[in-house]
């Protein structure tokens, strides 16, 4: 799914609980722009259906000149 600004979420279908990642090429380096998430896509489907629409929130990235 797209947030635009491209920036997306992925489903990863190949862990039994969908595990979810973050793609946000803004303000990262190209090896911190795709990260793993902190939720399942139950999880973020459960949210959505509640009305929350959160971007990806990419972990803090230390010692890092290129971020």
Known sequence: ?????????H????TPEGRMWGWDPNGRCERHRFF?????L??????WLEGN?????????VDCPDC
């Open 1 to 9: 799914m797209t947030l635009g600004c491209a920036i997306w979420w």
């Open 53 to 61: 629409r959160a971007f990806p929130q990419p972990p803090p990235v």
């Open 36 to 40: 793993v998430e902190r939720f399942t």
């Open 42 to 47: 139950v999880q973020w489907l459960e949210d």
């Open 11 to 14: 489903v990863d279908f190949s």
